[in-house]
């Protein structure tokens, strides 16, 4: 059998912070903006209102237990700064859609986040849009390279004109010893070694451009 150093163990151990936000206690109170959550806008703007009243807010952002709602203007990350993972993991949402019209802006999760806060901010995302297709990409300050560039799936449930409320989807992402897998809706559609990936950092939502989602879960577990 093949023997693996205790060093090396020791740098796969999953490390998932304790205060994981849970979908079923809002952050604060209910139906206000969740307290402890951080909002980073693609381009800063500090004039920007992030809050709780939809008519007078650039982002309406609130506990909706089960989950969070979301209502963009520009495009933003959302995170709980102390939902940090590392090493072996599963990270796991379920967003719903509600009508985007005719626009193909995109929403998903982002993983191995690190200096969010600052100018070399870095993560790589994982996202889906209602034209049917996913995309994975990474930030690195305020420039973006593609990891896989739009690719349609049919896993993919997209609002159309019969839909009725909003239309769900299931984005998952493990975090293997070797590699990196991502699924929707149960289905995997692409994967990477896991030195391609930034894996190692804080988890979270990106939510693109002038959509409205509800996101009932959003969630982190160690591989043992």
Do not use: C
Not at 131 to 143: A, C, V, W, Y
Not at 213 to 224: A, C, E, G, N, R
Request: no cysteine; net charge negative.
């Amino acid at each position: 059998m093949k023997q693996v150093s205790s060093i090396a163990l020791l740098l796969f151990l999953p490390l998932i912070a304790l205060a994981q936000p849970d979908p079923a206690k809002p952050d604060g109170e209910n139906l206000m903006v969740p307290e402890s959550w951080k909002v980073r806008l693609d381009r800063p703007n500090p004039e920007l209102v992030v809050g709780a009243d939809q008519d007078s807010v650039d982002i309406f952002f609130v506990n909706m237990t089960p989950g969070w709602h979301i209502t963009t203007g520009p495009a933003a990350i959302f995170y709980h700064p102390d939902l940090v993972a590392s090493g072996g993991y599963t990270l796991e949402s379920t967003i719903h859609l509600f009508d985007p019209g005719e626009r193909r802006e995109a929403y998903g999760v982002f993983l191995g986040g690190q200096k969010l806060e600052d100018d070399e901010i870095k993560y790589d995302y994982f996202l889906l849009r209602n034209s049917g297709e996913f995309l994975i990409k990474r930030r690195t300050g305020s420039e973006t390279s593609i990891i896989q560039d739009w690719t349609a799936s049919q896993s993919i449930n997209v609002f159309g004109p019969e839909t009725e409320g909003s239309v769900k989807n299931h984005l998952r992402i493990d975090a293997l010893e070797d590699m990196v897998a991502f699924s929707i809706n149960g289905i995997e559609v692409a994967s990477f070694s896991r030195d391609q990936m930034m894996i190692d950092g804080t988890v979270g939502l990106r939510i693109n451009h002038a959509l409205n989602v509800h996101i009932s879960d959003l969630m982190v577990t160690p591989h043992q």
